[in-house]
Each structure stands twice: as C-alpha cells, then as structure tokens.
C-alpha cells in the first residue's frame, strides 16, 4: 500500500484503507472516498491534487491525500 499522493495523474486506483479520526475518515467519506472505491489523480498543483471520485472532482490537500491508502 501507498499513500494516493504518489499515485501517478490518469491512472485509476482502488482506495485500500483510509486513516485519520473518525471525524476525518467520515469527513472524506461524504467526498465518495470509501474503501473499495475507484479515484483517479487529475492533476496536481502545488501539492494539491485535483481527483477524480465517481461523478465529481474533488481537490484535496496532501496531507488528506496521504490518510487515503492505495
């Protein structure tokens, strides 16, 4: 596993775990990001990563991006 800030732009990855507080993991979890669930790394800018989650782009910030394994 690896954290989704390594994961390469327009490769789709499946979410393996997500760490972090119950607040946090709840938090992301109303974003679409679940276990077993497909992101896709759009682009990044300046650390920031613009992902792909179902239907909708959503920007993350790299500490965030690094709770979410892949």
Known sequence: MMPLS???PGEPVIIRKITGRDEIRQHLAEL???V???VMVVSELGGNLILQVKDSRVAL????ANRIMI
């Open 61 to 64: 910030d790299r500490t965030m």
């Open 36 to 38: 077993g669930g497909e």
């Open 32 to 34: 679409g990001f679940i």
């Open 6 to 8: 390594m994961a390469k």
